[in-house]
C-alpha cells in the first residue's frame, strides 16, 4: 500500500467512524482530560499558595517544579509503574495497566505546567492587587480567590497548554496502560504500534485526529487570550 | 433605604509617636496628630516627605517600627466592619466589570449576595458612572477609573476615607471631577484625610494641613493659617514654590 492509499483509507476511516477507531480516540480523550482535570484541581490552589507563601527552601520548590515541567514522560511512566507494580507501594490497589494508571501518569506530566504557571501569575497579579486586597482585609490566604477568578483567561491558558502536554505523550500511557487493544490503547500509542507493524492507514488516521486536536486546542487557547483581553482588560 | 445611626464611631484617630523604618532607615519619626470627626485634612509636603506612608501606617497597610495609631474603637473596626477605606495614587482595578468591581469590595467586607448588588449599583449611580457597570473596569480611563475607585470606597460606607494623590496623574477636567467628588463626601459627612503635593488643590480642599518634611510633620494648622502665614521656613519655601529637600 502506498501513502496515497494509505491516507483516502485513513480518511475513510474517520468519515466512516469506525467502532475500534472511535473507542481509541475516546478513551485517549477521556483520560487526558480527566489528567488535566484532576492536575487542575490539585495545581491551581497549590501554585496560588506558593505564590503567597514565604518559607525557607521555596526557591529550591520553584526551580523544582519549574524542571518537572519537562519530565521526560518515560520517565514520569517508569515511576508511576514503579509504584502501581505488584510490588510497589501502591501494588495491592491493582491499577497497573488500567486507564486509571494512565490518568495518573498524565496528571504528574501536567501538574508541574499548572503549578509553575499559576504560582507565576498569581504572584504577578498580586504584586499588582496586594495593597487593594490588604485594604479589604483579603490578607493572605485569603487572597487567593480574587486573585485566581482575575487570572482566569490566562490560567486557561496554562490548562490548555497542559492538555497539549497529556495528549501528545506516549511514552508514560504506553508504559503504565500497556496498550492493550480496546482497554488501554489510546491513540499515541496506538500509532506507534500500528506504525510498526505496517498498518499505516489506522495510525494516519489517528495521527490526523492529532493534529486537529492541537490546532482544537490552539484556537481555543487563541480565543480565550481574546475573551480576557476584551472582557478582562 | 434607611440610614444607621452609629451610636458609636471609630473617631478620633489619635496618632503618637509614629515611626517607620525600611532598610535600615527611619522614614518618617515622631509623627504625632489627632483627626476628630468631620472635615479635611491635607497631608502635603514634598516628595519623600512621608505622606503616603503615614496614610498606609493608618490605614494598617503598614507596620509602625514605633509609636501609635489608636482609633476610638479597635482597629477602627465596628460590629466586624472596617469603618476606614483608602484610594491609591494609582487605582487598583480588578479585571471585571464596573460593577463587579464595586461588588467585590462589598463581598469582602462580608455584604450578602442580594445587598451586594444593590450598594454596588447605589455607588455607581451617586457618582455618574451607571452607564459604566457593564465596561471593564481597566478598559476605563484613569479619570473613570480614580472615580470607580472612590465610588467603591465610598460603598463600604466608611467614616473615614484616606486618600493618596488621588489626582497626580489626572489631567485637569478629571482632576476637577474627583475634587468635587471629594468635596461631595465631606458635605455627607466622611471624614477625608487626603496626601498631595499639589499646593493649588491644598488651598482648595484644606480645613487643615498637616505639613511633612522629611518623614517629620513640622506644622499642624488650619487651612489658613498655615497658607497665610506658615511657621516654619520649610514650610514657607515650600508655598512660595522652591525645591525643599
Redesign the interface.
Known sequence: MDIAQSFSAALVLIWGGDPAFVAIVRLSLAVTLTAVAVAALIGLPVGALLALSRFSGRGLVIVLINALMGLPPVVAGLLVFLLLSRSGPLGPLGLLFTPTAMVVAQAILVLPIVIAITRQLVEDLHGEYREHLASLGLTGLRAIPTLLWDGRFALATAILAGFGRASAEVGAVLIVGGNIAGYTRTMTTAIALETSKGDLPLALGLGIVLILLTLGINAVTYAASRVGARFAG | MTVMRETTSVLPLAVTGLAFEAGGKRLVDAIGFTIPRGGLTVLIGPNGSGKSLTL?LC???LTPSAGRIAWAADHGVIAGH?RH??V?QKP?????SALANVE??LA??GAGWSERRTRAREALDRFGLTDKADR????MSGGEQQRLAIARAWALRPEILFLDEPTSQLDPGATRQIEQMILALKAEGVTLVMATHDMGQARRLADRVLFLHRGRLVEDAAAETFFSGPASAEARAFIAGDLVW
Do not use: C, D, I
Request: net charge positive; aromatic share 4%.
Open positions: 498606609r490605614h494598617g497597610l472596617k477605606a483608602m491609591f487598583v482595578m480588578l479585571r471585571r467585590h469590595a469582602a467586607a471593564p473596569a481597566r478598559l
